[in-house]
């Protein structure tokens, strides 16, 4: 505590904020618990004229002129407008907060609680008023979603490393979406999981855009 007063931010006075995150596993993901030593406890991020607030644990790009480019790419390459979007494995809920305007309706699902709720308060903070936000896995949200009936004229998926589970590509396809939208971080994965989707026939790849 005493370096990161005297010594880190007393060099670099911009620092906003510094977490000490106690992860006890293995795996070098964003788990365990968020120990705030200095600073507030969240900060905002000005993304294509939106302000987006982002707490530790909260999935955000990192480099916010790459992230820019990024969400720029992902809706020029979207091209439906009207209906409803879905936008799965949605972090703090970007990418549909930025599409919202162009749906009736956006329903943001991400598996981690505070991401999640970062989204609802960035959506409210932006004056966004037409996107649902589900804390929970993608798999069972689809799964729930279409068994009740619902449809999706439009779909984001842009899934952690790993990919998405193994049932949610086949779920997915069952909506008949207009068009569908894989944001990739994983070329492995992002192959494994068009693969799966392109043998229903129902879809072919149109544009692959590297950012």
Known sequence: LVFVRQTLVAKFPE???????????????????AVKLHGSDT????????????????????????????????????????????DLYAGTGTIGILLAKRFAKVHSVELVPEASADGARNAARNGV???????????????????SGKKADAIIVDPPRDGMHPSAPKTILEFKAKEIVYVSCNPATLARDLQTMLESGEYHVTDVTPV
């Open 15 to 33: 620092i906003e904020s510094v977490y000490l995150l106690r992860n006890v596993g293995k795996a070098d993901i964003v788990t365990g618990e």
């Open 43 to 86: 900060i905002v991020e000005t993304l294509l004229g939106l302000e987006f607030e982002i707490h530790p644990k909260s999935f955000f790009q990192t480099n916010s002129l790459g992230a820019e480019k990024l969400y720029e790419t992902t809706l020029a390459n979207l091209k439906s407008e009207g209906g409803t979007l879905l």
């Open 129 to 147: 008023d037409n996107v649902e936000f589900f804390a929970g896995k993608a798999e069972d949200f689809v799964k729930s979603f279409l068994e």
